[in-house]
């Protein structure tokens, strides 16, 4: 229940009394004063006007017959929600009677004779205390539902390490309940690792240590662990309160990056594969033939290298389009992946031409005779969209160390023994020696 007063109206307020003349008195002062006054007779006559009405400020008298003063203010604590605070008035001078009416809800008291000053003064100081109290709930609850609705993780952690709040984002992330968080102690929950480590020892609030300080610390690209055990990647930062020097609390803000990594992931593989055959495209093996260099050479073995150019594929999408031509493609890269050793690889490098790099070949007999199963493969008729397409391959072999050094010396001579075997016929395999001529006259399909 919301008070008046805090919706900026006139304060109301319930005068609570057995005695008329002092009901009289208080309504005409705090009428006077600006306040709008309803009476009361006695304790259930308050109890009942306060269930039907909302009021800013209760004026109640201690010693009444029936439900006394702080019987009333106990059931007004009980029974209504958002109560208003209550002053109590009194003629004794009991000390126990006092304490009973602190200890069951009264905010202040006066004693009768009332002196019109105090009251007056000690009204605008409750109703003033009262309205500030209410805002800041107000205050607190809005603030707790913005952080209830944003989808990062947010956790409050107390002076004594133990977490005090955390929003519905968190606990998704974390894989708790609320009831299994609150009030534990945040390093039980937040267990973290750096990238590159299996150590969940990061402690995620360094500020509590000692010599701390006032720093926020922001780990990216952190693991979290799940309360199931499994792992979230997650950026992660852990601000402190501070009181002086002194970390009184702090504020954790994380938030799952799953499908950043994800997405990540897939444009790295995009930039590496070709979107065709899903095979490893040029630029992935411009990069990686100059790396199985540097291991051939390491360890003093032979590494051998098929460029391979299909015969026959041009009229093939000439005649039936391009459609029929992705077919034949797809079949290609299936057949040649096919065919291989796990320790060796395929790449299209575009249109027509792939690449086959032997790493687990020590002879040049082991090449050509992958050449020879390429070809063979690949003069097997290819069904596609109703059509029976027939190709070839046209393959150069270049051999590291036996004819080249590097990278850039090995695709060419590659590419230029293509050349020679297109040149002898299409439909075999050429190993690359210093006697061919690297001058071709030109491609053909």
């Not at 593989?269 to 065709?276: K, V």
């Not at 031409?353 to 199963?373: C, K």
Request: charged content about 25%; some cysteine.
């Amino acid at each position: 229940m919301t008070t008046a007063f805090f919706h900026g109206t006139t304060p109301r307020i319930l005068v609570v009394d057995d005695d008329e003349v002092i009901r009289l008195l208080l309504r005409q002062f705090l009428e006077g004063a600006g306040y709008e006054v309803d009476e009361a007779v006695n304790g259930q006559d308050a109890l009942d006007r306060l269930t039907a009405t909302s009021y800013d400020l209760v004026i109640l008298d201690i010693a009444m017959p029936g439900i006394d003063g702080p019987q009333v203010c106990e059931h007004i604590r009980a029974a209504i929600e958002n109560p208003p605070p209550v002053l109590m008035v009194t003629a004794l001078d009991d000390e126990e009677t006092v304490d009973r009416s602190f200890a069951a809800g009264a905010v202040d008291y006066i004693r009768k004779p009332i002196r019109w000053s105090v009251l007056k003064n000690r009204i605008r100081y409750i109703l003033a205390s009262s309205r500030a109290h209410k805002e800041l709930e107000l205050l607190s609850r809005n603030y707790e539902m913005i952080l209830d609705a944003a989808a990062n993780g947010i956790c409050g952690v107390s002076e004594d390490k133990l977490i005090s709040y955390i929003n519905p984002a968190g606990l998704k992330i974390l894989g708790y309940s609320r009831e299994e968080v609150i009030g534990r102690p945040y390093y039980e929950i937040f267990r973290i690792s750096e990238a590159g480590s299996d150590a969940f020892d990061v402690d995620s609030c360094p500020f509590f240590a000692p010599g701390g300080g006032a720093a926020s610390f922001h780990f990216d690209e952190a693991r979290l662990m799940r309360k199931d055990g499994t792992m979230v990647p997650v950026d992660y930062r852990a601000t402190p309160i501070m009181e002086g020097n002194r970390a009184v609390g702090g504020v954790l803000v994380f938030q799952d990056v799953t499908e950043r990594h994800q997405a990540a992931e897939l444009i790295r593989y995009m930039a590496n594969h070709d979107s065709l055959t899903n095979l490893p495209n040029r630029n992935y093996f411009t990069r990686r033939l100059p790396q199985a260099i540097s291991l051939a050479k390491r360890y003093k073995r032979r590494l051998c290298l098929l460029f391979i150019d299909l015969d026959r594929f041009k009229p093939i999408n000439d005649s039936y389009g391009h459609g029929v031509g992705d077919i034949v493609l797809l079949q290609v890269a299936r057949r040649l992946s096919g065919m291989l050793r796990e320790s060796d690889s395929v790449c299209r490098l575009g249109g027509d031409e792939f690449v086959i790099l032997l790493e687990s070949t020590e002879s040049v007999e082991g090449a050509e005779y992958v050449a020879q199963r390429a070809i063979d493969e690949l003069n097997k008729p290819i069904e596609a969209d109703n059509h029976i397409c027939y190709i070839g391959a046209s393959i150069g072999i270049s051999v590291y160390p036996d004819d080249c050094e590097d990278a850039e010396t090995m695709l060419r001579h590659a590419d230029i023994a293509m050349y020679e075997a297109k040149k002898r016929g299409r439909n075999q395999w050429v190993l690359y020696s210093r006697e061919i001529s690297s001058t071709t006259g030109g491609r053909s399909s």
